[in-house]
Every structure is written in structure tokens, then in C-alpha cells.
């Protein structure tokens, strides 16, 4: 089974409409992270969290907000969907290892119409 | 954050040695030198890290520059499964927030 999960792996919405992505994990990580990644270009940092009660914006959070629900749930909403917002989306978990490896997810396909 | 430069894209021929360079000239001291790959169509995956020395691992190996202002990821038999884009990323463990750059999109021909 996978360790970082997230759901829906697909999503088709329309512009106005807020949407709720997931993301789960069993490796008890206390970090979580989301990113958003365009066509072409690489990851950038929307919110991550150091532990449940800790949470922090990245380089694009605008338009976006989180919920950290436990420990292995990380959520990222948008409250109103625009079609900027079409990417792909991450979520991460890491350790505060010396070396800061993190383990992603699946991706999640978001395209906002 | 380091700025980094990586060539936009790369080819090899399958069981070909590949050294993908990246330059990090402005890289602190404190900085640890990353790479990660995103295979098509699924999340970025670590590849390797180091900080002076050159290291290896089961995937890969890592050659830094004396300087620390370079360095060069270096798989030694590439298989058509290491297609990928390959991020390099200075980054200090404190901070634990990877900034990805455009990366080197590797094509390996059979």
C-alpha cells in the first residue's frame, strides 16, 4: 500500500466551486506539505505543516487555505475555484532528518473550467 | 534560496553512463546539495544528497565541486526507466522546504 496517499487522483470542476483535496499518510511523519505543480515548470510551495497544531504559508498560498486534522491528514481547500488554479497538486510528508527527505504522493489533477 | 542552473534537457543512450550537471553558485555553507527525479506522471522521488564529499547510493552518485558551487549527478548504467526530470536543490536541513527549479528532463533512447 502507499504510503502518501491523496484523493480524488482526478478533478473536474467548475469556476466558483470550492473543492477539498486530501492527503493521507502512514509513514507518521510529522511534516506535511502541498505543492502545485503547471505544465512545464517545477513544484512550488502552497502550506506546510511542522506537527497538527502548525501551519504556514508557502510561496503561492493565496486563494488557498489548509487543514491539518491529525497527524497523517493534510487537507488543502480553495474556496472559490478559478481557472488559474488548473495543476497538478502534491502532498509530501518528511521527518526533520539531516537530510530533509520527503516523500510525495501520487498527484491529484485539478482542472477548474 | 540558492539559484540554481540545470541544463533544460538531456539524452542518453540506454546503459550509457549520464553526469547531470548543476550550478549553485550562490549556495550557503550550510546548505545541503539534493536531487530528486519526477518519473512521468508521478510525484518527485529522492534520489540522492550530500553536503562536501562525493557520495554514492544504490540509484546514483553525487560529485560536489570543491567550491561547492557545482555539482554533478551521475547514474552510471542509465535505463530507459531513469526517464525522468532530475531536480537539483541546495537547501539547509533546517528549513526543510524543497524550492524546485525547472530540473533536467532526461530522454533515454534504446
Known amino acids: 500500500d502507499a504510503d502518501v496517499t491523496q484523493t480524488p487522483r482526478n478533478r473536474i470542476t467548475k469556476t466558483g466551486k470550492r473543492i477539498m483535496l486530501e492527503c493521507s499518510q502512514t509513514?507518521?511523519?510529522?511534516?506535511m506539505y502541498w505543492y502545485r505543480q503547471d505544465p512545464g515548470l517545477g513544484l512550488r510551495l502552497i502550506y506546510y505543516?511542522?506537527?497538527?497544531?502548525?501551519?504556514n504559508k508557502g510561496e503561492i498560498s493565496d486563494g488557498y487555505s489548509v487543514s491539518r486534522q491529525a497527524q497523517a491528514k493534510f487537507s488543502l481547500s480553495l474556496e472559490s475555484a478559478i481557472p488559474n488554479q488548473t495543476a497538478l497538486y502534491f502532498c509530501?510528508?518528511?521527518?526533520?532528518?539531516?537530510?530533509?527527505?520527503?516523500?510525495f504522493g501520487p498527484g491529484t489533477r485539478l482542472t477548474v473550467l | 534560496d540558492a539559484k540554481t542552473t540545470q541544463p533544460n534537457s538531456m539524452e542518453s543512450n540506454e546503459e550509457e553512463p549520464v553526469h547531470l550537471p548543476c550550478n549553485h553558485s550562490?549556495?550557503?555553507?550550510?546548505?545541503?546539495i539534493h536531487w530528486y527525479r519526477q518519473l512521468p506522471s508521478q510525484g518527485p522521488e529522492y534520489v540522492i544528497h550530500?553536503?562536501?564529499s562525493n557520495v554514492n547510493n544504490r540509484m546514483a552518485s553525487l560529485a560536489i565541486a570543491e567550491d561547492r558551487k557545482s555539482s554533478t549527478l551521475i547514474l552510471h548504467r542509465a535505463t530507459l526507466r531513469d526517464a525522468a526530470v532530475y531536480y537539483c536543490?541546495?537547501?539547509?536541513?533546517?528549513?526543510?522546504?524543497?524550492?524546485f527549479g525547472g530540473g533536467t528532463r532526461l530522454m533515454v533512447k534504446p
Open positions: 505543516s511542522f506537527d497538527v497544531k502548525d501551519i
Open positions: 509530501a510528508t518528511s521527518e526533520p532528518t539531516s537530510y530533509n527527505e520527503q516523500f
Open positions: 550562490t549556495i550557503s555553507g550550510t546548505d545541503y
Open positions: 550530500g553536503l562536501t
Open positions: 536543490i541546495p537547501n539547509e536541513n533546517a528549513g526543510n522546504m524543497l524550492t
Open positions: 509513514k507518521g511523519h510529522d511534516r
